[in-house]
């Protein structure tokens, strides 16, 4: 790596397809599935190229890869989850209510509806207007920290605890 931080382009190509190994293995160490080793090692990759100049040569090139490498393993495995929870599995809501008729599902739409304004209504109000303007109104950050006056970290803060909130409530946690 020193010598590619010096600008030996054969010692960095060398120094890439020599740490491919490395980073699947950091990677399956971490869960990462094997369809997505590929984008694992893709993105630390990049990484690697991105802040190669943070390298320190008195220190172990390994560890220092090990750890962007679980650091993209990590992201991967987060990207994955929010997929997978946003995904519909029509099989299994098919075979779940088999012989619901379009009203009821209208009715237990209206229902969760209501459940969700009513949850909404008990949030503390920084919670609250993060959640209107960001998540129902759909304006962005910049937007809605100008109508409101109000930082965009302090309404990402509020969004993140917003949400975490109203999820534990609908889902029977307290």
Request: glycine content about 6%; aromatic content about 4%.
């Amino acid at each position: 790596m020193a010598a590619a931080q010096a600008g030996d382009q054969r010692a960095y190509s060398r120094l890439l397809s020599d740490s491919v190994a490395l980073i699947r293995a950091v990677a399956r160490r971490q869960g990462v599935q094997v369809d997505a080793l590929d984008d694992v090692v893709q993105e630390t990759l990049l990484t690697v190229h991105r802040v190669r100049h943070t390298f320190d040569p008195s220190r172990s090139y390994d560890a220092w890869l090990s750890a962007l490498a679980s650091r993209r393993a990590i992201d991967a495995l987060r990207s994955g989850g929010r997929r997978d929870r946003r995904e519909v599995h029509d099989d299994f809501a098919f075979e779940s209510h088999p012989d619901r008729d379009d009203a009821s599902k209208h009715t237990e739409r209206d229902q969760e509806a209501q459940r969700l304004r009513e949850a909404i209504k008990t949030l503390p109000p920084g919670q609250r207007e993060a959640i209107e303007q960001l998540g129902l109104k759909e304006r962005s950050l910049a937007e809605t920290a100008e109508r409101t006056g109000r930082n965009t970290g302090a309404l990402k803060v509020n969004l993140h605890r917003a949400l975490k909130t109203l999820r534990d409530r609908l889902h029977g946690e307290p």
